[in-house]
C-alpha cells in the first residue's frame, strides 16, 4: 500500500496486515511538498503535489524521475501506458509520457460541461463502468467518465440532496464503485447503471430546504443574487459561490472574491470556508437577520446591519437553501439572539475590534492579532501602517475594498477588523484592549 502523505511531506510505501499499516519505505524528495494522491506501476511512481504544483514520477528505489508542473495538482492516475494528472486551476487534466513527463494530451474544459473541482482520477479497465478513466468532480458533484485521450465520454451526478455532497474520491471493487460522500460523512455505492446505494452511514444526515442555482454561470460562481454584505459598499453587486460571495460586473459574476470566514485563529466560525453558499432572510422578534450558510457546514453566519455572529445547529442537519427550511431558520434566528446578546456586551464595553476578537475567543495582545487574525496581505497592509501611527478612514477601507474585489480576494473579518480601526489610534485601542481582557 502507498499513502500520499499531504502533511508529513511524503510518501509512505508498507503493507497491510490485521489492520495494522506497517511502513516499509518512506519516499521524499525536496521538490515534493504536499502529496494529495499517489498512483503506482511496475514502471515507477506518480505523485499529485498541491503545493508544488506538480505532478512526480519516481523511481521505485525513491529517485525523482520528472517533474511536470501542474498548479493545485490533485488526482493523479497511471494507466493505458501513460500519465494522467488532474489540476484545480484552469489547467484541467493532462496526459503525460512516464518516460519524460512529456504532454501527450489536455483537456481544460471548464464549468457544467467539463471540469471545476477535479480531485481524484483512475482506470476503469476490466469493469463495466464506461470509458476508460473516471474523474471525481467534488464541486460539480459528477462521477465524469473520460477515454484515454481525456475525452468525456459519459458523466453522472450533482451535488443533491438526493445524491451525495462533494464526493472526494472513489475507487472499483468488482463490478461496482466505492464512492466517498465527504460532506455527508458516508461511503456510497455506484452501479455501471447509476444505481446509487448506501455502504456505510453513522451519521444519519436530515436534509431540509432545495438548493438555489438560478444563474450558474463559472466555476465557482453565480448560484443567486446577495443582499447587502457586512463592511462592503452597498452599491457592489455579490453572486454566491463555492467559498463566499462572487463580485458582479455587467450582470456577470467575476469570481470568488469575497471570503465568508472559517475557524483559523478566531472561533465560532465554522470549521471551513462555506462551499455553495446560500442566504436566507428571517424576521425574529421585531428583528430582521440575514443568514448565510452552506450544505455542507453546520455552523451559521448571522449578519444584523454590519455586525455578525455564528449560530451552530445539530451537525446532522444539512441545509440546501432557505426555502423549504422555515423551521430551521427560525431556530437560527433563536439562538442568534443570544450570541448577539453576547456580541453586543462585549461591543458596549469594549468597542466593536475588541468584541470581534473577545467574541472570536482570541488570546493575545492586539498586535498580535493584526498579525494572525488577519487573512490577506493587503489588509496586513493596512493594519500595518495603522499600528505605526497612521489613521484608517472609512474611505480608505472602501477604496480598499473596490481596488481588490474582482482581481483578488478579501475576508469579511479582515474588512470588521479595518472598519473597527476608523476613528481610533493603535496605542489607545491596544491598551483598551488589554483592559477589557
Known sequence: MYVANYSGNNVLKGTLTGGEFRVEHVITNPAMKSPENVAVNADGIAVADYDSGAVHYFEHDGRLRWTYKLPLAHGVAIAYGHVYGASLSSEGLVK???????????????????????????????????????????????????DRDLQIADQYGRNSRHLWLRPYGAEIIGARML??????????WLTASYEVTSAFDDVGKIHVGRAKEVGMDGRQCGYESLGPLPGLPRDMRFHAGWQGACGVVDNQAQGLSVVFPAYGQLGKRPPQFFNQ????????????????????RSVYMVVRGDDYIFVQLDPRITIWGPEGADGELSEIAEKAQTEFALFDGYKERCGTMSAILTYGEFKGTLAEAMDRVLLYPSAKEIARKWTAGEAVTDAAVTDYIRRTVNGSYVSIDDIALLRSMVGYRFDDMARHFQACQ
Open 96 to 146: 503525460l509520457e512516464p518516460a519524460t513527463g512529456a504532454v501527450v494530451a489536455r483537456n481544460k474544459t471548464y464549468g457544467q460541461k467539463g471540469f471545476i473541482y477535479p480531485t481524484a482520477m483512475f482506470s476503469t479497465k476490466d469493469s463495466p463502468f464506461k470509458g476508460d478513466l473516471v474523474v471525481i468532480d467534488a464541486n460539480r458533484g459528477a462521477v465524469i467518465f473520460i
Open 277 to 296: 453558499l446560500w442566504r436566507g432572510i428571517v424576521e425574529h422578534k421585531g428583528t430582521t437577520y440575514s443568514v448565510f450558510g452552506s450544505p455542507s
Open 179 to 188: 464512492v466517498a460522500d465527504t460532506e455527508n460523512f458516508r461511503l456510497v
